[in-house]
C-alpha cells in the first residue's frame, strides 16, 4: 500500500461511485504478493489508507461548480466516506483546453472564499511551458513543454496558486472573525 495521500478519478463519464469505492477500499486491511529488498516473494500488508479522496475531473460534463460539488459531497456521503475532494482544473472541467484552468481554478477560489471546506485541492496540467507538443524523431523538443496534455505556463500557475490561497485566508479570516464575534457574545 501507500503511505501517502491517494487520489482517485471520477469516471470518464461523470460516475463517482467507483472512486468512492475505491476511497472506502484503500482505507480497509490488504494483503498482495510483494518483492522484498533482498528479492524474494513475500505477502505483504497493510493498515489501509485513510488519507485516500476523491478527484473531481469531469465527466460528460464539467463538475468543479458549487452545485456539482455539494451533489458529489452528498453522494459520497451516502455510500459511507468522508467527503474530501480534490478538484482537477484541467480535463473535462476545462473541456481540455490550457486556457480555461484559471477560469475553472477562479471559480473554486470563489468557493472556497465563500466558505466551502469539501474541496481540499486542486489538480491542474502546468508546465514550464505552455501548450503541448508532439515527439517527432530528429527534432529537438521544447525543454518545460508537456509532451502529453496541454498546460498551462509556470506564471499562470502561480497566478492560480496565488489566487486560491487568497482565497484559503479570506476564508480563514472571515471564521476567526465568526469565532470571535460568538466569543464576545458569551
Known sequence: GLSCPVGFKNGTDGNLRIAGEAVKSAAQPHHFMAVTKGGRSAIAATTGNEDCHVILRGGIQPNYD???VDAAAAEL???GIAPRLMID???ANSAKKPENQPKVAHDVAGQVAAGDEIALDH???DALVAGRQDVVPGKPLTYGQSITDGCIDWATTETVLHGLAGAV???RSVKRELLASRQGAA
Open 66 to 68: 458549487a452545485a456539482s
Open 77 to 79: 456521503g451516502r455510500i
Open 89 to 91: 482544473v484541467s480535463h
Open 123 to 125: 489538480d491542474a496540467d
Open 169 to 171: 485566508e479570506w476564508r
